[in-house]
């Protein structure tokens, strides 16, 4: 068990997809997402193994959650700035968390 003063640590935002390929400087298939998280945090980016349910031009326009402030982590070979979140399907393939109503860029998961 963790204290709620725990998961307050963990700021996850959502966030629109303005830019989306195919990393090709990855070693899995995966794709380079730009993030709008709001005029206050920015635009941030990141690579996710997405590749089994969403195209790249499909993605973009669409709001995804995202772990804002995690340190910056090398993928493949590029820098990813945020963690963009998922659940596993039943073979671990990613499934994005995506609000079902337009959130506001930079909104707050409470």
């Known amino acids: 068990m963790i204290n709620y003063s725990d998961f307050e640590k963990v700021d996850i935002r959502v966030g629109t997809v303005i830019e989306a390929k195919l990393n090709k400087k990855s070693n899995n298939p995966s794709l380079y997402l730009l993030i709008d998280f709001g005029e206050k945090i920015g635009k941030k980016k990141t690579s996710a193994q997405l590749t089994k349910y969403y195209l790249a031009e499909e993605l973009i326009g669409k709001q995804v959650a ?16 945020v963690l963009v979140l998922g659940f596993p399907d039943d073979e671990n393939n990613p499934v994005l968390v995506m609000p079902s109503i337009k959130i506001s860029n930079g909104g707050k998961l409470f």
């Open 66 to 81: 995202a772990v804002i402030n995690f340190p910056p982590k090398q993928i493949g070979k590029m820098i990813s700035e």
